[in-house]
């Protein structure tokens, strides 16, 4: 029997929601396999404890989150009550941070039972490795002088380290799917960082001869993800780039609000966390009507981390099944509800016993 403990953290708005449907799906999962088994522990940590203890997270926190086999995530958020700063670095950014979660995978697809926004979407399938940790997102920076004097300097920070993982990593996933890695660079108007970042690609792939590659300029590719999306496998990007790309992918997909995440720790000293990429949505909340596929294509992904790839992959395609035939909830153009969207899920899934 494998046995993974999760922490479990709904956050805010219909992080609440989609969750809740999510951990039902994974308990059927568990129940259909014989051979597995999760335990979740859930922390009501987010905005609300942020208005009543004055922090994101107990004091704490990252030392009850550590000993865990994974984090689950909902959505953190709610700017009627903090300010998005305040609650993105000190829940979401600072578990990142924290537990060395260094990489970050998105992955989008032409999803059946979604109408996509691309007249001929081809099947596209592909998925972007984003550097997590450093690039443009770095801290390093300040602002000086006040009113028709002020300057803001921002600094982006690229490792050889953290460069090179992130390229090793995709390369290593690309073997796994169709053996094609692309990366995303701005090499002619980005003057140190982004040779550099070329340089360590060009570097890497040569320990992988069996895989091909390409390099797009950010501008030419964020127009191939509109115009041919089906010629990307995997795609390694930097923090800024890759953010970017991904809520293209998600667009493209026909909704952001389907598009699953993961933060994944490489040394193995702190657990990775799965998220979806929606927000919060708070002018939703207490409705029903959440879309809880992004919490549950989450869910896959964090089956795959634990080697159930197949089982993953079963998931996935159950979930694509019950969108094509209609049962959706209204912001993909259905009448369903989260509970009916769920339920029909582990029904189908239970059918496979």
């Known amino acids: 029997m494998k046995q993974f403990e999760l922490a479990v953290i709904p956050g805010d708005g219909i992080g609440k929601e989609v969750v809740p449907a999510a951990l039902d799906v994974l308990r ?64 979401l950014l600072k578990i990142r941070r924290e537990f060395e979660q260094v990489i970050n995978i998105r992955p989008a697809k032409y999803f059946r039972g979604l109408q996509s926004p691309l007249a001929n979407p081809n099947d596209f399938d592909l998925i972007v490795v984003r550097e997590n940790s450093e690039g443009e ?16 300097i921002q600094n982006a920070v690229f490792t050889r380290k953290g460069t090179e993982r992130a390229m090793r990593y995709a390369f290593e996933l690309s073997k796994k799917r169709r053996k094609h890695v ?64 991904t809520d293209l992918g998600g667009a493209i997909m026909g909704s952001i609000g389907i598009a699953p995440a993961a933060n994944i720790n490489l040394n193995g000293k702190y657990p990775s966390m799965f998220e979806p990429v929606h927000g ?21 992904m964090m089956l795959d981390h634990f080697g159930e790839e197949e089982l993953g992959s079963v998931l996935l395609k159950i ?4 969108t094509a035939d209609g049962i959706k909830t209204p912001d993909i153009g259905g009448k369903a509800t989260t509970r009916e969207v769920t339920d029909e899920i582990c029904r189908r899934l239970k059918k496979l016993v």
């Open 28 to 91: 059927t999962i568990a129940e259909v396999h014989g051979g597995l088994k999760f335990k979740f522990v859930e922390f009501p940590w987010g905005c609300d404890y942020y208005v009543e203890h004055g922090k994101m997270m107990p004091d704490d926190g990252l030392q009850i989150l550590q000993g865990f086999d994974a984090i689950f995530l909902g959505a953190i958020g709610n700017p009627h009550l903090v300010p998005d700063h305040i609650s993105l670095w000190g829940l």
């Open 137 to 152: 997102y770095s801290e390093v920076g300040g602002r000086i002088y006040r009113g028709s004097d002020e300057i803001a």
């Open 182 to 245: 692309t990366s995303a660079t701005k090499s002619n108007g980005i003057f140190h960082t982004m040779p550099f970042w070329d340089e360590v690609f060009a570097e890497v792939k040569q320990d992988y001869p069996e895989v091909e590659t390409a390099s797009y300029h950010i501008d030419a590719m964020a127009a191939f993800f509109v115009t041919r999306p089906h010629m990307f496998d995997v795609i390694v990007a930097s923090n800024l780039f890759g953010d970017i790309l």
């Open 280 to 300: 919060s949505a708070p002018d939703i909340y207490g409705k029903g009507i959440a879309n809880p596929i992004g919490q549950i294509w989450t869910a896959k």
């Open 319 to 322: 979930v694509e099944d019950v």
